[in-house]
């Protein structure tokens, strides 16, 4: 919930004159809904893709306030977060809706950035693999091999957002692989290679390198980095120098 459609269009412009041509890495922003438009309008002649930071299971209906998988797609998204960990903490979203979701958004063409991860006191009571497992095979729940390589996964530790605690590079790439490991069970070896995995813990320009670097880490998900124009784009050029 940061940025009104026109301090997006600011940072769009100052976004766009940096130079988002010729990248080595792929590049997504989710705005808030009332900035989709704005961002669209800017950033359509370039790679970047537009994404919504949620959406409803239904297609339409009674339900006040809410916006379907249809609606983001004729606004031009191409992608939609799913279950994000604020989503989850704090509108009390659970494994079913999250599935319910992302068989919508499939459904339209959208690809869905499914969120999963762990609270402090999931980890402390050493249940993280637990928990994400049952996380990630309930998003996927019933769904064929072809709709689950249209996914994105996106692992957020949540106790290490905003808390100033920090998962280290070889914490995150442990679960990354874990998370690997399921979908390898889940889809065969060679459709798990295929599916993205980012991480989404506090990733910033001063660790995008060694976070980038891990074997199971495909991307960032990036929070408050995100917000700043010179930090977004520090990151991105480190995933571009990485790439090569």
Known sequence: MNYTATETEA????FKARGLEGHQVDILLCPPYTSIHAMVSI????????GAENMHQEDNGAYTGELS????RDAGCSHVL????ERRQYFHENDEGVNAKTKKALEHGLTPVICIGETLKERENNITEQIVKTQLLGALNAFPVEDIKKTIIAYEPVWAIGTGLTATPEQAQDIHYFIRTV???????DTAELIRILYGGSAKPGNADVLLSEKDIDGLLIGGASLKVNDFYSIIETGDKLSK
């Open 183 to 189: 979908l390898r069970e889940r889809v065969g070896a």
């Open 11 to 14: 940072f769009c412009r100052d």
């Open 43 to 50: 950033l359509d002649d370039t790679p970047v893709c537009v």
């Open 82 to 85: 799913i279950g994000h960990s």
């Open 69 to 72: 998988a249809a609606m983001l």
